[in-house]
DNA sequence: TAATAAATGAGACTTATTCTCATTTATTGT
DNA sequence: ACAATAAATGAGAATAAGTCTCATTTATTA
C-alpha cells in the first residue's frame, strides 16, 4: 500500500511527501467515495487541516481525485485510479452513505446519444455527465436512524 | 406577476409576506436555476440576508423549491411549479450558467429499468435520481471568458 | 380592530475552506 | 552523500456561506 500510493505521486511527477501518503493511502484504504470529515477522522490529526485540502487539491490537478456535494451538502472525494471506470453515484439520504454504481452499456450508449442531441439544441460542448440516484438503504444499515 | 406568487403562497397555506413575494417573483422572473449570489444580487438588498435563506427553506418543505451545488461549488436554486416536469442540468463550466434539459422518454424508461437493477443489487429503495452535464456554450456567451 | 402567533432585520455566531508566513522537507546536481 | 534551492508543511488568522438570536414588525383571526 505504501508502495502504490508512492508510485501513484511519482507517475504523476508529484514530489512524495508524507502528508500525501497518509492521504492517498486512507482513500485507498477506505475504497469508496468518503466526506472530508470521515477523511479527517481517518486521519486523526496527522495531517494538517490546511495541508488535507492542499494535498485534495493537488490530487484533482493531477486528474485522480473526484470531488463532488452530496445531498446533504457534505463535501464528498474519491480516488479516480486506471482501474476506475466511469461510474455514477447513489446516495443513502439517511446515513450519508455513497456508493459507486456502474449502469450496463447498452444504457450509457443510448445516454451518449442523448447527450448528442442535447449539445445540438444548446450548441454545447459538454464533456462530461453523471447520473446521480438517492434513496434509503432499506437494509441493516448501523448508521441509518431508521426513523 | 405578483398575482401568482401570492397564489403560490396561499396554495401552500404559508402567510404571504412581503419577502416571500419579492423572492418569489425574482425566481419566476428569472425563469432558470440561479444562484444564491445571483438572486441576492436580483433583490437587491430589499430582503435580509437571514430573510432570504429563511424564506429559501420555507419553499423547500413546501416542496416548490430544488436546491443543489454546481460543479463550481456555488449553491443553485430553481423554482418546481405544476408544468415543470422531470428534467436534468446542463452546467457551464466556465461561466457557471445552469440550463434545464428534458431527456426522450424513451430515454427516462430505459433509465428507470436501469434504476430497478441498482435498488435490487445494492437493496436500495431509490426515491429520485437527477443527470448532469458539464461542459462549455461553445456560442457567443457574453459572460464566458472564452480563454 | 385588538390579540396572538408568525415573520423579519440586524448583526452575532458557526463552520468549511483558503490564505499567510515562518519553518521544514524533498529534489537536484555535484 | 551533501549543499543549495525550490517546494511543501503546520499553525493559526482570514474569509465567506449559512444559521441563530432576539427585539421589533407584520399577518392572521375572531
Redesign the pocket.
Known sequence: MSQSSRKIL?EHS???????ILVLEALLDFGNPIT??ELQLKLGG?????????????LKKINILNEFTSPD?S?VVELILEDHSHHHHLFCSDCGEVIDVELSEEFEIMLTKEIQKVQKKFNFEITDHRVEMFGLCTDECANCKKS
Chains 1, 2 share one sequence.
Open positions: 511519482s508529484v514530489s512524495i511527501t508524507n502528508p500525501r472530508i470529515d496527522s495531517v494538517a487541516k490546511s495541508t488535507l485540502y492542499r494535498v485534495l487539491n493537488d451538502n463535501t
